[in-house]
């Protein structure tokens, strides 16, 4: 089927049902052709949070579905390929998160929402990397504990005086694998250029950064900026969506590597197959969502 035609049955069958379409910025560039809204997740979590819509199907991985279905629980919610996971929400489950409690006892647990809900219903709030240090800060504790990436948790701590963020050891592969030389050399051929990184890479990478912040706030600071080139420290989606809105500046990938494989297992004929079978329908433990619905709405309701 033709681009135009597949776009069309989609926004025709968004309409008979009354569904939206939520795109996250990694997703392939195509998908914000039918999306209601783009962005980061918590933008889409506000989103996600607020819509009229009856169906909300979630192009982005599989704990983005999630938590909006925790947050619209009498909407469905489709995931349009099962398979889209995130390989840092898998770095830990319940039990490793009750240990890690057991060795820190009476703190405080904040979890990134790149995590299942069974580790959202366990912890005390959750953040994004949009609000993290907001969120840390609103405890105002001595000691938190950080779950599961250790790169943003490390970030907040940067960023608080006398804050202690006590970090897990899990991680995003895709952020991980970036290393201060790839920054290096980037720099070299491109010496003019502003360095705009994920607090997801490791420490040594953010220290090099010109500016550090959600994918949102990377694409709203280029947007805004006087300068004209930019080396994108995060996933490629971001660096498409640049390209596309602002063809006037030049971006650099930081490298071929820095692609989210889940992410890009959504294509516009997933999203029609979503919309005409209404798979893959988003379902959580009642008593799993009840208690992580607490975390994630005292994240909601801190501003980023
Ligand atoms: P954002 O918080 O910028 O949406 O990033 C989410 C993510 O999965 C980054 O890897
Ligand atoms: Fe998860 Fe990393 Fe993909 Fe983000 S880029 S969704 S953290 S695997």
Known sequence: MQRRELIEKINKLKKEKNAIILAHTYQNVEIDEVADFSGDSLYLSQQAAKTDADVIVFAGVY????????????KTVLLPNLNAGCAMADK???EQL?????????????????????????????CTSANAVN????????????????????YVESQLDGVKVITYSGFCPVHHEINPSDIVEKKTLYPEAKVMVHPECPDEVVKMADYTGSTTGIIKTVKESSDKEFIIVTE?????????DCPDKKFVLINEK???ETMKL??????????????????????????????INKMVMINA
């Open 98 to 126: 009750r240990n890690f409690k057991a060795q820190h006892p009476d703190i405080p647990v904040v979890c990134y929402v790149n995590s299942t809900a069974a580790v959202k219903a366990e912890s005390d709030i959750c």
């Open 258 to 260: 820095a692609v989210c």
């Open 92 to 94: 830990i489950n319940v």
């Open 135 to 154: 969120v840390v800060k609103s405890l105002n504790k001595k000691e938190v504990l950080f779950v599961p990436d250790q790169h943003l948790g490390s």
């Open 266 to 295: 959504i294509h516009l004929e997933d999203i029609l197959n979503t919309l005409e079978n209404n798979v893959y329908e988003i379902n959580i433990d009642e008593e799993i969502s009840n208690k992580a619905i607490n975390a």
């Open 236 to 244: 490629k989606g971001v660096v498409e969506r640049l390209e596309r």
């Open 63 to 74: 704990f983005m579905a999630e938590t909006a279905k925790i947050l619209s629980p009498k």
